[in-house]
């Protein structure tokens, strides 16, 4: 099983609707979790950040945690065509502060 | 404030070559991380800087690879000689006393 799971996609979404992508991850002491977006031949780029149970938004982002459940979803609404990335979900281990990432989620957002 | 400062950007070079990366981290951020992103694949953590101590570099090929970050800001990965299967993109980050790590622009490796 891998540390971070997610669906490499991609998924595609028309403009203006809602993106949800997820995440799941295996260890259970986890305390921190992050989405970064990347566009192609770039780096990550910070998104959000989420360390308790519930949603948070962010503008037109929305974390939502669910450690019973081990999973982290990221929704995006009003999905627009500069949207269109991998998103990379990463989390913190409860051993430390190694940063783990999934392999990432292509969304595309199509006119 | 500026960010997270990789040098080169690209770098093409031969098998068995011997290459370096530099990386400026954001001011005051006294963690620094060295990452390599495969193609289709999430960043995979090579060594973690504290100051100028590494704390964690369990995931470095120690054959080939190292890493020094000289009076804790600066840091230089090193390759040495170079494999095919090093072609990459190698990351570095910061953070402060958060866990919130930001990446600079990455050095793109080409071994062929």
């Known amino acids: 099983q891998k540390e971070v799971e997610q669906n490499s996609g991609p998924l595609s979404v028309p403009e203006g609707a809602i993106a949800s992508l997820n995440c799941t991850y295996s260890?259970?002491?986890?305390?921190?979790f992050f989405w970064y977006r990347q566009y192609s031949g770039k780096s990550p780029e910070l998104i959000m950040f989420?360390?308790?149970?519930g949603d948070k938004e962010d503008g037109r982002f929305t974390a939502q945690l669910n450690k019973a459940s081990q999973y982290v979803s990221l929704l995006i609404r009003d999905s627009q065509p500069s949207d269109s990335a991998t998103y990379l979900c990463?989390?913190?281990?409860?051993?430390?502060?190694?940063?783990?990432f999934g392999t990432g989620t292509q969304l595309k957002v199509e006119l | 404030e500026a960010g997270v400062v990789q040098s080169p950007r690209y770098k093409i070079i031969e098998k068995k070559q011997p290459v370096a990366f530099w990386c400026n981290p954001i001011?005051?951020?006294?963690?620094l991380y060295w990452y390599r992103q495969n193609l289709g694949q999430g960043p995979e953590l090579l060594i973690r800087?504290?100051?100028?101590?590494?704390?964690?570099d369990s995931q470095l090929p120690k054959d080939r690879f190292s890493a020094e970050r000289l009076k804790g800001v600066d840091s230089t990965l090193k390759i040495q000689p170079a494999e095919l299967g090093d072609s990459a993109v190698y990351l570095c980050?910061?953070?402060?006393?958060?866990?919130?790590?930001?990446f600079g622009p990455g050095t793109r490796l080409t071994v062929l």
């Open positions: 980050a910061s953070s402060s006393n958060t866990d919130t790590q930001y």
């Open positions: 260890d259970r002491g986890s305390q921190s």
């Open positions: 989420i360390y308790s149970n």
């Open positions: 990463a989390v913190i281990g409860g051993g430390g502060n190694k940063l783990t």
């Open positions: 001011s005051g951020h006294n963690t």
């Open positions: 800087y504290e100051n100028e101590e590494a704390v964690d």
